[in-house]
């Protein structure tokens, strides 16, 4: 012992003396709220090793100033372990985290509106052995609701102090800190009372399991309780203890139990007599507010206007709110690059500098509004209770293609960018679905798009109308949804093959979002993306800058279009003209797919370099690119750009995987390089084929 | 007579859950949420499209698909 302490330095004596909390609880409970209102700033954000299941921790102090850390798991509304995150859940619970020490107390948050069916996981949670204390969240709107339940009455049942709280409105935050610092607080010795003939089997079973004595038997339980399938993938237990489960389970089925529904059956019954001693007066019968708002939210004409009106003002925000510190990142940095340019010797180093980093800072700053105003809206949507209400409206469109309603959102996102879409399939349980989710995703037509639209609409069409030009827009946005429909489709028939995940989605009351909990929300969001992707995007932003600038011709009065012709980049382009004239693109268009694989609208920047033009001229650049982009004649004297290399190039466009930072969010989202690296080959493949389809299909129809 | 199935309940209307036959995961995951055989439910709306659609069950609202509500047995009450 001794040793050990003179050997620890001084990080690990403080762990020593710090306790380790877990905060557990079913969606909706309030349990972020609570997490927040102790926490407030001191959260950091990480992953559990080898599942995508986001490990968050806080920091707060005790009543006596003791050093709490404090584990926020998953919200579940049960330990069974059938998704990732009830399995988290239960291998935190157990100290079967390597990484992750088993927590000393855990705060099990519940909705006092809602106590029975939150009582259920409390039941699993108070069978673990570990010291427990009981947060009886929304106390106000129960009472509300006509729902008194005694306190000191149920923490007796249960034999954990319970302390009455309303989280959002800080109240009964230092009850509960004073409870949770007691250094005698009880082990509950619970079981719920199961039928004799399950018991026995689990007593049976019980010593063969690896988990701490007192959770053996729970544990058991749970095991005798999955079906074959499930069975299987559970990860600790050992081939022979499956063989004992299964056996049991035989034994108890030919017996006439089914044993996977008595288990909830049993908690259910203790549940009842729980809440028919504790809880007092009665539920009020009428309708609530949330069921006013829902009978227009989710009505059929007003509920889908509402449902439109929202994702309108969500995408009209993103498109103007977050446009504004876009531009000023955008044209902050370049001022910014053009004052170091101006302070600097020409040379190599200058070029690093200004073109490599700066303006590789300035491509991962740029997402940041958006993530930023996007997870506003998403955090209220979601705090508000109306995203269950949008999963439940467009789950009907979702399932036909095998996903899930909560998928829809997702998507949505993704048509201002893919980035905070992928990383808002995290309410996804399921993850082959998320997976087909992320896959289709940057089908979504995202705002970088838009200059490469709006240069080839320019180019094909220059003096038509508005009404044509938004026309042409829509198609591609059509041919983008239609595809990721499609492909999703594809996928969820072939390598993600699964069953359309079962719905089962709880509609929770309209709140009020506070501003505390959305604020820290888009701060998380915010730092995960500078923290995870912003290094890579920055990485390959400088690598790409390398690409476009060596090796340098001999002459060094060189244009910018001879230097990029002349660079790795530009050798490429050569090299894949063969390969991409089958789609009626140059060598120079070739450049053009490279310089945007860092962001789709960068094409617009790198087509002027190529052309030299718009170098100087600030503002009016676009409109002398397609000028010369519209005289740009092939050797044979025949323009480049003719309708049909318009159109397939804005096709190649909505196809392409064109997006490196996707691919780096993708590659964080999924813990591998395995997923981006086939998304990135396959839409790759379809927009190759697209464009193929529309060049050649429309040459043998005598287009041009 | 009054035995049916939950997705043929209409709005409004009330039951009692006599039995699930489901697969035995969806048949866990639906008694979880508190749906087990003696809870008594009642449909609150369908959805725009038809499905799913949303039961009162327990003091609270949860939805599910027909194709699941189609596996739970209902006496009318």
Known sequence: MNTLLSDANPAQEAAVLTRRLAIAGNPNCGKSTLFNALTGMQQKVGNYPGVTVEKKEGTFYGSQGQQMTLLDLPGTYSLQARSPDEAVSRDVLLGRIPGTPCPDTIIAVVDASNLERNLYLVSQILELGIPTVLALNMVDTAEEAGIVIDPEELSQKLGIPVIPLVASKRFGLIPLKQALSRADLPAPKFCAPMPPALAAEAQQIAPFIEAPAQAQFSEAILLLGLSEAALAESRHSSPELRVKIREAQQRLNSAGMDVCSTAVDARYQWISRICAETVRGTPNTGLTLSDRLDMILTHRVWGSLAFLAAM?????????????????????????????????????????????????????????????????????????????????????????????????????????????????????????????????????????????????????????????KSGIMLSMYMLGICTAFLMALIFKKTILRSETPILLMEMPPYRLPSARDLLLRMKERAVIFLKRAGTVILALSILLWALITYPKPENPEAKGSEVIAHSVAGQLGHALEPIIRPLGFDWKIGIGLIGSLAAREVFVETMSIVYNVGQDQQGDGVETLQETMRNEKREDGTPVYTPLVCVGLMVFYVLAMQCLSTLAVVRRETNSWRWPAFQFVYLTLLAYVGTFIVYQGGKLLGWQ | MNNTLLSHLTVGEKGRVLSLTLPADARQRLMEMGLTPGTECSVVRFAPLGDPMELRVRGYHLSLRKAEAEGVAIERL
């Open chain 1, 312 to 468: 309108a003002l969500m995408f009209f925000s993103i498109f103007t709110i977050a446009q504004v510190p876009m531009d000023w990142i955008r044209d902050g940095l370049k001022l910014f690059g053009s004052w170091v340019e101006s302070q600097m010797p020409d040379n190599d180093f200058r070029s690093l500098v200004v073109d490599g980093i700066i303006a590789g800072v300035s491509a991962v700053l740029v997402f940041l509004p958006q993530i930023l105003t996007l997870s506003f809206f998403l955090g209220i949507l979601e705090d508000s209770g109306y995203m269950a209400r949008a999963a439940f409206m467009m789950d009907r469109l979702m399932s036909r293609v095998g996903l899930h309603g909560k998928s829809f959102i997702p998507m949505l996102s993704s048509f201002a960018c893919a980035i905070p879409g992928v990383m808002a399939t995290r309410t996804i349980e399921q993850r082959k679905d998320r997976l087909v989710t992320i896959l289709v995703a940057p089908l979504m037509s995202c705002s970088a798009r838009l200059p490469v639209y709006g240069l080839m609409i320019a180019v094909l069409l220059p003096d038509t109308s508005a009404l044509q």
